[in-house]
């Protein structure tokens, strides 16, 4: 049992010795930088740390800024418009130069638009193109094109816009969803880069019970009051213990490690975290607070998310049932010459005004059709999805509640068997320094009370993870380190 146990210890620890050496070599980012502070490493400064600089979460927030690029670029389809054109003859008959400029600029809140333009003439033009005569100082017109069916409330444009619009609030959302996730990794590096610690620690403590021993055995079998075999067992236990120790020495340092890729510097580079700044007891594991608090699921990014694209679903709907309206717009302008009268006559001076509307009615209109029964399914598959999402939040919730408090019953049970524990370790000692124990009792009582030490750990470690799984299954901002 003993070889067995010195035999896997070993193969445990020698990967983990080798492990930094070839991770050097294959990592494609700058090593972990050695951290010079000595003061104890607190989760709220890993959370912190990782808020500012994780990598993750800074693509997300490129995310971000990309959607904000594309809702711009939608907007675009409502940016006021100037044009200019100008046109001579330069060889012919007539000599006629029309030169004119307009403006046009969508509405916010119709399919239509309005115009302004301004043409100016001179020269003669030949009678087909009577129309390119104006006065001397040219001619001024004033109009407007309104949408009455089709295009009324929506049309494209304004769709792209709600589309891009919602496009931000999509990945604000897996930003969140992003943060939230880094985060609750974090909380679990840190847990388990102290935890480990602690494991090195009662390691340790119980190595040393066995050194400090053995001076004393070894006095006392040189004066022939006790046997050479006792100082040979002994330092089998020494041997089984130190085994121990390098075991859990790799899994500190591969924690540590571990830690790295949420702890960084202001540089945004892994700080790889010495064994200075371990905690100094079990305090470090209590975890986040965290509580289901009401409407908790109405805080959950995926939800959120999957809400916008409702309404983007929503948005797309209301535009393909717009397209089976028929068109009909109504369209309005005024013009006046000014100026002199012109080459063309007088009859161009008075003030004008025209009316007019345009109809179009597709007959089939099967490719709106199409559109309304496939936005149509996408809404009600969304819906359904949104349903079975609501509900799998609340039973995961509940289902982490539930391990939150077993958790916290183990580790209360696991802390009256450790008091126990070390108290017949204690006792044990001074039978033993006492000549009424044998060796082999003293050193199961030492490493009962070790083991009892580490399952108390190992439960602490358990319910700071299943709290910080409850802070992430809620969107916990505040106890995930997402907001001060």
């Known amino acids: ?82 044009e200019a054109e100008g046109r001579s003859r330069a060889l012919g008959y007539y000599d006629g130069t029309v030169a004119s400029a307009g403006v046009t600029r969508p509405l916010n809140d119709n399919g239509g638009y309005l115009y302004g333009d301004y043409r100016v003439s001179r020269g003669d033009f030949p009678v087909y193109e009577d129309k390119n005569y104006t006065n001397r100082l040219g001619e001024v017109k004033v109009g407007a094109l309104y949408a009455l069916l089709r295009d009324r409330l929506i049309d494209e444009r304004r769709t792209k816009r709600t589309l891009a619009a919602g496009d931000i609030d999509i990945a604000q959302f897996e930003r969140e969803a992003v943060a939230i996730g880094v985060q609750r990794r974090a909380i679990d590096a840190y847990q388990n880069w102290v935890a480990a610690g602690l494991r090195l620690r009662a390691y340790r403590d119980l190595l040393e019970l066995s050194e400090s021993r053995r001076g004393g055995l070894a006095r006392q079998v040189e004066l022939g009051a006790r046997p050479d075999i006792l100082l040979t067992e002994n330092d089998q236990n020494l041997v089984r213990r130190r085994a121990l120790v390098v075991r859990a020495e790799g899994d500190f340092q591969a924690a540590a490690n571990a830690l790295s890729l949420y702890y960084r510097d202001m540089a945004g580079q892994p700080v790889l975290v010495g064994a200075e700044r371990l905690p100094g007891n079990g305090e470090a594991l209590a975890g986040v607070a965290a509580v289901a608090r009401a409407n908790f699921e109405q805080k959950r990014p995926d939800l959120q998310m999957l809400l916008a694209r409702i309404d983007q679903g929503s948005a797309r709907l209301a535009l393909a049932q717009n397209d089976l309206k028929p068109r009909l717009d109504l369209r309005g302008e005024m013009a006046k010459d000014i100026g002199p009268v012109g080459l063309g006559g007088p009859n161009r001076t008075p003030l004008e005004a025209a009316v007019g509307f345009r109809f179009s009615l597709p007959l089939q209109n099967r490719a709106a059709k199409g559109r309304v029964v496939e936005a149509r399914a996408e809404m009600d598959a969304l819906e359904a999805r949104s349903r079975f999402l609501r509900d799998q939040i ?91």
Not at 1 to 9: C, K, P
Not at 430 to 445: A, H, I, K, T, W
Not at 473 to 480: I, P, Q, S, W
């Open 394 to 484: 609340t039973v995961e919730v509940e289902g982490i509640s539930i391990g939150v408090g077993a958790a916290e019953q183990l580790a209360t049970i696991a802390e009256q068997e450790r008091q126990l524990a070390e108290r017949l370790a204690a006792a044990e000692r001074r039978r033993f320094e006492l000549g009424s124990s044998d060796f082999f009792l003293v050193n199961q009582r030492e490493e009962t009370a070790n083991d009892a030490r580490v399952r108390v750990i190992d439960a602490q470690a358990r319910i700071a993870a299943a709290r910080a799984e409850l802070a992430a299954a809620t969107a916990d901002r505040v106890a995930l380190g997402l907001e001060p």
């Open 1 to 82: 049992m003993i070889r067995s146990l010195l035999l896997a210890s070993a193969l445990i620890a020698a990967p983990a010795l080798l492990l930094p050496a070839d991770a050097q070599r294959i990592r494609p980012n700058p090593a972990p930088v050695a951290q010079p502070s000595t003061a104890p490493l607190t989760l709220d400064e890993v959370l912190r740390s990782s808020a500012r600089a994780a990598p993750q979460i800074v693509e997300a927030l490129a995310k971000v800024r990309a959607a904000e690029g594309r809702a711009i670029t939608a907007a675009g389809a409502f940016d006021t418009v100037f």
